[in-house]
């Protein structure tokens, strides 16, 4: 069973055991989801919002809380998991068992998501239903890992995110909202990162309508990128008509 005072290695083993012994029900649940998504879209020709809520029990004890949701013709599930003791949520992707990604959502994210985002927007959820509702918006998760302290910056649909990489399990720490001013957050930023957090935020508000001037200016303000890298991007990008949010991250994260 989840306890606060397991290592994060304990959590993810423990994470992994009770994926296998569900694996079989998680996939089965999955095709029906899937078949029925295609089954709506063929009736409807565009597929609305789709989202179903299965809860398991493993025999370790752990409730498992598997959510399957259909966006824009794509299938995706996730699992939160309830951890006793304190009041802490574990989501987890597990489309690779081998290496999954989970996240521990600590009660100060919880406490910071509702305070600046889900009460400000009128949307009443709380506790496993906020945390579904976090991640059914978070699709595209861009992140900045300082590699001194093992901590990692994202930008979020809804925000930036603040989290702690400890070995295998991502420790979220707390949640800013988008139209806050990241530089009074010293706590968390230092002027570096706030620079690259809004040239990411940059290239999700305007990823329909990208071109090579608008994003060399905005990249151009960025203390972390050198002169070398510039160029190489002007090299590389120059004469594209418009540019992809993705390959630009990619092509500056690689570099």
């Given at each position: 069973?989840?306890v606060?005072?397991?290592?994060?290695?304990?959590?993810v083993?423990?994470l992994?055991?009770?994926?296998?012994?569900?694996?079989?029900q998680?996939?089965?649940?999955?095709?029906a989801?899937?078949?029925?998504?295609?089954?709506?879209?063929?009736?409807?020709?565009?597929?609305a919002f789709?989202?179903?809520?299965?809860?398991?029990?493993?025999?370790?004890?752990?409730?498992?809380?598997?959510?399957?949701?259909?966006?824009?013709?794509?299938?995706v599930?996730?699992?939160i998991i309830?951890?006793n003791?304190?009041?802490l949520?574990?989501?987890?992707?597990l489309?690779?068992?081998?290496?999954?990604?989970?996240r521990?959502?600590?009660?100060?994210?919880?406490?910071?998501?509702?305070?600046?985002f889900?009460r400000?927007?009128?949307?009443?959820l709380?506790?496993?239903?906020?945390?579904a509702?976090?991640?059914?918006r978070?699709?595209?998760?861009?992140?900045?890992?300082?590699?001194?302290?093992k901590?990692?910056?994202?930008?979020?649909?809804?925000?930036?995110?603040?989290?702690?990489?400890?070995?295998?399990?991502?420790?979220?720490k707390t949640?800013?909202?988008r139209?806050?001013?990241?530089?009074?957050?010293?706590?968390?930023?230092?002027?570096?990162?706030?620079?690259?957090?809004?040239?990411?935020?940059?290239?999700?508000?305007?990823?329909?309508?990208?071109?090579?001037p608008?994003?060399?200016?905005?990249?151009?303000?960025?203390n972390?990128?050198?002169?070398k890298?510039?160029?190489a991007?002007?090299?590389?990008?120059g004469k594209?008509?418009?540019?992809?949010?993705?390959d630009?991250?990619?092509?500056?994260?690689?570099?």
């Open positions: 069973m989840l606060y005072s397991m290592t994060p290695e304990e959590k083993m423990e992994k055991r009770d994926y296998w012994e569900l694996m079989i998680i996939k089965a649940w999955g095709d989801f899937c078949k029925e998504a295609r089954k709506m879209k063929n009736i409807h020709w565009i597929t789709m989202e179903k809520h299965k809860v398991c029990k493993t025999h370790n004890g752990n409730e498992w809380h598997i959510y399957y949701r259909c966006r824009h013709g794509y299938c599930y996730n699992c309830p951890m003791g304190p009041r949520y574990l989501l987890t992707y489309a690779k068992p081998v290496h999954p990604v989970i521990e959502y600590t009660p100060h994210f919880m406490k910071r998501y509702s305070e600046r889900l400000p927007k009128g949307i009443n709380s506790g496993i239903e906020a945390l509702y976090f991640e059914s978070t699709t595209n998760m861009i992140n900045y890992l300082d590699d001194d302290d901590t990692m910056y994202s930008v979020s649909d809804d925000g930036f995110v603040v989290s702690e990489n400890l070995n295998g399990l991502e420790l979220m949640f800013i909202a139209d806050e001013d990241l530089s009074k957050n010293k706590a968390y930023f230092t002027s570096q990162v706030v620079e690259m957090m809004m040239f990411y935020r940059f290239l999700i508000i305007n990823q329909k309508d990208l071109t090579f608008k994003v060399f200016e905005e990249l151009k303000k960025v972390l990128v050198d002169e890298l510039l160029k991007f002007e090299t590389d990008f594209c008509q418009r540019l992809n949010y993705e630009v991250i990619e092509y500056i994260r690689t570099r």
